[in-house]
């Protein structure tokens, strides 16, 4: 079982950055997988960027390639997402996810574990 708390979301100009933070409980952080999706009000929940176990692979939706950076501290039991350049387009609620294999990082399953989402704001 792991546990998951995301912060850092927060209200930000356009062409600004914030870095969000999830931190997981479980002594087995490693072994997962982990993402960041995203919920924009009305739309479908959808990948943002997805990082190996080891942190040695990641991926990233065409819309935050070249802006976003996911990043993770095993050590510390926490996944990060950098962003920058940020957009209007951007706005959404933000989740971490983890999942037990980084084949499927970029689709949900009913397998998945999920925090609670934090809302990020980017005003025009």
């Known amino acids: 079982q792991v546990q998951l708390v995301e912060s850092g979301g927060g209200l930000v100009q356009a062409g600004g950055s914030l870095r969000l933070s999830c931190a997981a409980s479980?002594?087995?952080?490693?072994?997962?997988?982990l993402a960041w999706f995203r919920q924009a009000p009305g739309k479908d929940r959808e990948f943002v960027a997805g990082?190996?176990?080891?942190?040695?692979?990641?991926s990233y939706a065409d819309s935050v390639q070249g802006r976003f950076t996911i990043s993770r501290d095993n050590a510390k039991n926490t996944v990060y997402l950098q962003m920058s350049s940020l957009k209007p387009q951007d706005t959404a609620v933000y989740f971490c996810?983890?999942?037990?294999?980084?084949?499927?990082?970029?689709?949900?399953?009913?397998?998945?574990?999920w925090g609670q989402g934090t809302q990020v704001t980017v005003s025009s």
């Open positions: 996810n983890a999942d037990s294999r980084y084949a499927t990082i970029a689709t949900m399953s009913q397998n998945d574990y």
């Open positions: 479980g002594r087995t952080f490693s072994t997962y997988a």
């Open positions: 990082i190996s176990f080891s942190g040695a692979a990641t």
